[in-house]
């Protein structure tokens, strides 16, 4: 069966990753880009994909069935509305758009053209992370008390959102799909403006996570830009095991560990297999257009992320903007 043909929008530090994956798995037909040295570099490394820095042109091509959308996030509903609209299937990197609304009608678009809209939560593909959601299921971990998932990396280039925007969809999408969530609640947030510059840089929410239709998990999200050693690291407490994930590793990433009657601690390392989460990612999304299945990481499952964030964004913005070195803690 023929493979649809891709459009990729935008070819920056993620799009390029994305144009490489699309490339080798041979659906790749063009490339949209304002910066025309991006353009060339792409037309040079990849022969026979055109390329042009005109989105109306990708949009009336009748050979691309999909958009690729990897652009600065506040383009993102604009650009997916757009394709749906022009009978494009879309595939858009987080966050899906910057407030629930505009999820909802993107979502309606999708299933009235019946077209596939999927979210590039790219954490769900994570075959470390799905191994530990089959280990969860499994009762391996045992009852589950906590969970919480640190984000940090020193980021120079800031824009006009917070960390939150930027770090926390992977979180919040991760803990979500590993404990079949549909719906986390914040409790509580806390937020630093560093640089008083009123973008907030150094974030933490405290979170509910109702499963089952009877328990609560409780969870932590943190979150920085201003830390120099990168830090991505998911811990998940249970009643008999504990698992880290840790992403910076090289290998070995997954690890349980528990303890002995004895007192002594074991450390056991699952086995998942080794293959780039971006790689099944954009095959996931081919997947789909071929079967018209919904995505795994859908739109409902981004409306949820953005319910969150606008949340805490309304929260945070409703009080004193923040001074440097002080602390915004906003409760229910």
């Given at each position: 069966m ?13 799009g ?15 490339v949209?880009?304002?910066d ?10 990849y ?10 042109t990708?949009?009336q091509d009748?050979?691309v069935?999909?958009?690729v ?7 993102h509903f604009?650009?997916a ?5 022009a009978?494009?299937h ?22 009235e053209?019946?077209l ?8 769900l593909?994570?075959?470390?992370v799905?191994?530990l ?18 984000r940090?990396?020193f ?6 959102w917070?960390?939150l ?8 999408s ?16 806390g ?17 509910s996570?109702?499963?089952?239709g ?5 969870g ?17 407490n ?11 590793q ?8 528990s303890l002995?009657?004895a ?13 780039e989460p971006?790689?099944l990612?954009?095959e ?6 071929v079967?018209?299945?919904r ?11 953005v319910k969150v ?6 929260r945070l ?6 001074q440097s ?8």
């Amino acid at each position: 069966m023929e493979l649809p043909k891709v459009a990729v929008i935008g070819c920056g530090n993620w799009g390029k990753n994305l144009v490489r994956n699309f490339a080798h798995l041979g659906t790749l037909a063009v490339v949209c880009d304002s910066d025309s040295r991006q353009l060339e570099r792409i037309a040079h490394e990849y022969r026979g994909v055109r390329v042009t820095t005109s989105f109306e042109t990708v949009l009336q091509d009748s050979d691309v069935q999909a958009v690729v959308i990897a652009t600065p996030s506040d383009t993102h509903f604009e650009l997916a509305e757009k394709s749906l609209i022009a009978g494009k299937h879309v595939y858009v990197e987080k966050p899906l758009a910057r407030n629930e609304k505009q999820c909802e009608e993107l979502d309606a678009l999708a299933n009235e053209r019946n077209l596939v809209l999927m979210v590039g939560h790219l954490l769900l593909y994570h075959p470390a992370v799905n191994c530990l959601k089959e280990l969860i299921a499994s009762g391996e971990l045992g009852d589950l008390l906590f969970v919480r998932s640190d984000r940090m990396n020193f980021n120079q280039f800031r824009s006009h959102w917070s960390v939150l925007w930027d770090l926390a969809p992977h979180d919040l999408s991760m803990m979500s799909y590993l404990l079949d969530c549909d719906a986390p609640e914040v409790t509580r947030v806390g937020g630093w403006d560093t640089q008083q510059d009123g973008l907030v840089d150094v974030a933490y929410l405290d979170v509910s996570f109702p499963v089952d239709g009877q328990r609560i998990i409780p969870g932590q999200v943190r979150n920085s830009w201003i830390d120099p050693q990168k830090l991505v690291r998911l811990t998940v407490n249970g009643t008999r095991k504990t698992a880290v994930l840790n992403d910076t590793q090289v290998e070995d990433k997954l690890s349980l560990h528990s303890l002995t009657p004895a007192g002594r601690m074991i450390v056991e390392y699952p086995y998942y297999p080794d293959i780039e989460p971006l790689h099944l990612e954009c095959e996931h999304f081919l997947q789909c257009l071929v079967t018209g299945e919904r995505p795994r990481s859908d739109a409902n499952n981004a409306y949820h992320v953005v319910k969150v964030l606008s949340d805490v964004e309304n929260r945070l913005s409703a009080r004193p903007r923040i001074q440097s070195g002080r602390q915004a803690i906003s409760k229910p």
